[in-house]
């Protein structure tokens, strides 16, 4: 089960394209498991080449420490995503996942 919650999680993450970020709730809301911001976090320590930098916490704030959190901002930047301090407007910056339905859809 939880390998294949991770997957979804995994292939949610690799939706969030350059240049733009994502909250852990909104991850995991998006790969079908609403509320389960810890696993993002979990799925995301066990992934291999995922755009992890993408990923924040909630309002857009860097959580991660040291020199991760200096990486992630670094590397934020470099695909010119606007870093004030520990937080990244999400307004400006943040990517909306396209609803389930749409998808199905479309």
């Known amino acids: 089960m939880q390998t294949g919650m991770f997957q979804s999680i995994w292939r949610t993450i690799r939706r969030i394209p350059r240049g733009k970020v994502a909250t852990y709730g909104d991850v995991a809301a998006a790969s079908g498991y609403p509320g389960a911001a810890r696993q993002v976090v979990w799925a995301l320590r066990a992934g291999k080449a995922l755009p992890w930098h993408r990923v924040l916490g909630a309002k857009g704030i860097i ?14 930047r470099t695909e010119g995503v606007t870093v004030m301090g520990n937080r990244v407007n999400l307004t400006e910056f943040g990517h909306r996942f396209r609803v389930k339905q749409e998808q199905d859809r479309g």
């Open 63 to 76: 959580r991660l420490p040291g020199e991760h959190g200096i990486e992630q901002r670094l590397r934020l």
